[in-house]
């Protein structure tokens, strides 16, 4: 897994050691963990930066994206000499030299229908940094389905959105019981609407902060939508409950 020595290794994350509530074993349940990021934009860029340098040993990064000239304001492992690149090669070849402990996977396409219940089940936690309705909803479904810790986050403009499910909570909802599946709603896409640069780079960190709390088996509130104003640094926080008519997790067990 690694390229650095075991010296090396204790070196690196000996700050990480010296906090109270982080001790040797909850390294290396983040140093086993496997995680999967869904997205190499603007919050795919900052989680997959952060969880590898931050202590996961495996990433599987998918996007079927190319760089583009007006991604790089918040997509931060990418430059003008990157531009028409699949976005997951670029990055992960970033990785490989800023954090090399961490052994990546990129995968070059769309996430669909197709790739993703493997992938998926292969993964000890997901983090969605998508921006598509649809494949939000298929991510929350194949994670109920599977039994996989959910991260989803969403950002515009100068907001943004967070949420950890957790499929095995009896009582928490899922993405679906917050926004119905069956509904029409339409992408707030960053280029039709905008985007501050850190706004999505703060959500981000926030995702990546969150899963590595819950990797290393440390304390996460599941099942409450955050939402974050950037502009004034308010952050809400709304209880998602189970929602009895919700088609994925109503009267459905989690690995089911
Ligand atoms: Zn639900």
């Excluded at 109270?20 to 997959?48: F, K, M, N, T, Y």
């Excluded at 926004?179 to 339409?186: E, G, H, R, V, Y």
């Excluded at 409450?224 to 104003?229: A, E, K, S, T, Y």
Aim: hydrophobic share 45%; aromatic share 4%; net charge negative.
């Amino acid at each position: 897994m690694t390229a650095l020595s075991s010296a090396q290794e204790e070196l690196l994350f000996s700050r990480t050691l010296l906090l109270e509530d982080l001790d040797e074993a909850a390294l290396s349940r983040l140093r086993q963990s496997r995680v999967l990021v869904i997205g190499a934009g603007g919050l795919g860029c900052p989680v997959a930066l952060y969880l590898a340098a931050g202590g996961v040993g495996h990433l599987h990064w998918v996007d079927g994206d190319l760089v583009n000239l007006s991604n790089l304001p918040r997509q931060v492992l990418f430059g003008p000499a990157d531009e028409g690149q699949p976005k997951v090669l670029v990055g992960a070849a970033a990785l490989g030299r800023l954090a090399p402990q961490c052994q990546v996977q990129a995968s070059a396409v769309q996430a669909d229908a197709h790739n993703l219940p493997d992938w998926i089940a292969e993964a000890d936690l997901v983090v969605d940094c998508t921006d598509q309705f649809e494949t939000r909803q298929l991510i929350n479904r194949l994670c109920h389905r599977l039994g996989r810790r959910l991260v989803m986050a969403s950002v515009i403009q100068w907001s943004g959105q967070l949420l950890l499910l957790d499929p095995l909570d009896p009582t928490a909802g899922c993405y679906a019981c917050l926004f119905d599946p069956t509904t029409q709603q339409a992408d707030a896409a960053c280029g039709a609407f905008g985007v501050f640069s850190t706004a999505a780079g703060l959500v981000g960190l926030m995702q990546a902060h969150e899963a590595l709390k819950w990797l290393a088996g440390l304390p996460v509130q599941t099942g409450l939508l955050r939402l974050v104003d950037s502009r004034s640094l308010e952050i809400q926080a709304v209880r998602v409950l189970r929602h009895s008519g919700c088609s994925v997790c109503a009267g459905r067990p989690a690995g089911l």
